[in-house]
């Protein structure tokens, strides 16, 4: 219950509060009350990078050591995404060719022990195509992993998966000079309950008061706007510059409801800082 109450917190972006019931929900962990098991793996891991989001490096970097050897022993879905947010702390420290071995191996790892056909096996590819993007600017292997995984969700569905890969995925398209397909794309995930025929042209918007303000949706507007941001400064063309200050300012409209929504000031500091 602690730890579901902390991930409320943490995805209302309200940081200081999560961490308070995740240390409450690691004070019965040790007290042995219940055993360490994958969930426990789950807290260290949730514990890390609350910690990290609130800028406390040295606990940050204690956790994720103490919970990556626990994690690489294990098999279960919470283990591995430990391992990919420890992977992801090793990008932003600089020991980017370390992230990546750690992924690499968990990828061969999940293909072993799941096989191709699997969540747990997309989950980690997309995982590797995101690293291969963000750290490696190694676009052409990110859009070939995200075009498997979205094999994959073609057969299945995975709608938790969806929004995730295919942003993803417009990203790199973006980066790799293919701007109009990625935006294409960031509109069929924009307009998802409209038929694909139908989709508004690349530039226009949903109204803002029909979208949940939540960190899917911020995610995909701020790609959104990356894209048109890229496209503007390579055309020079005003329509681009007005979509993207219309997204822009959508992205401020959500921030604010977000905002109203969190109960501690450091939090609400920390949310503006990031999309100051």
Known sequence: LYINIGAGYFRLYDYAKARIYFEEAESIFN?????????????????????????????????????????????????????????????????????????????????????????FYCEVLKNYAEYLRIYMHDFQNSIKYYLLCIDYLDQYDKVTLRDQVFTGYAMALSEKGETQKALKTIQGLLFSDIDPVKIPDLYENPDPEMLKADNRTL??????????????????????????????????????????????????????DNYR
Not at 38 to 66: M, R, V
Not at 242 to 248: C, D, H, P, Q
């Open 31 to 119: 007290k042995d009350i219940v055993s360490h098991d994958q969930n426990y793996i789950n807290l260290i891991n949730s514990l890390a990078i609350t910690y990290g989001k609130l800028g406390l490096k040295e606990k940050e970097a204690e956790y994720f050591e103490k919970g990556i050897e626990m994690a690489e022993a294990s098999n279960s879905y919470l283990a591995y995404n430990m391992i990919n947010s420890y992977a992801i702390e090793l990008g932003n420290a600089g020991m980017i060719s370390r992230g990546e071995e750690l992924l690499s191996n968990l990828l061969n790892r999940a293909r072993t022990v799941f096989g191709t056909n699997s969540r």
């Open 219 to 272: 995610r995909i507007f701020r790609a959104k706007y990356d894209i048109l941001w890229k496209l503007y400064k390579e055309s020079d063309e005003f329509d681009l510059l007005a979509s993207a200050a219309n997204t822009s300012e959508i992205i401020i409209y959500m921030i604010d409801i977000i905002r109203i929504n969190i109960s501690e000031d450091e939090s609400r500091i920390i949310l503006g």
